[in-house]
Nanobody, 115 residues
């Protein structure tokens, strides 16, 4: 069984920063891909950023230049550094991984950007 635990969400003012973390544990032998998704109220879940086991990254256009995804493969962790946050970044952020045994999701962490 695989478990993902996210942390680092919270309330921040526009222009501020937050760093999300996700730790994977359990029967994980390898991870192909680690992703951050988000879902705002009334909207579909969207992919925010991805990082492969080789370190290749991909970002949604809306966060390019502001968010940075990174990973520690030895610790099965992934981070999302979010800078210059905007009110439209408000959402529940979910960690997601792709492993040989399938896809797994975390429980989500709330990020609220408001003055």
């Amino acid at each position: 069984q695989v478990q993902l635990v996210e942390s680092g969400g919270g309330l921040v003012q526009p222009g501020g920063s937050l760093r999300l973390s996700c730790a994977a544990s359990g029967s994980i032998f390898s991870i192909y891909l680690m992703n951050w998704y988000r879902q705002a109220p009334g909207k579909q879940r969207e992919l925010v950023a991805s990082i492969t086991s080789y370190g290749s990254t991909n970002y949604a256009d809306s966060v390019k230049g502001r968010f940075t995804i990174s990973s520690d493969n030895a610790k099965n962790t992934v981070h999302l550094q979010m800078n210059s946050l905007k009110p439209e970044d408000t959402a529940v952020y979910y960690c997601n991984i792709k492993s040989p045994s399938g896809y797994y999701w975390g429980q989500g962490t709330q990020v609220t950007v408001s003055s």
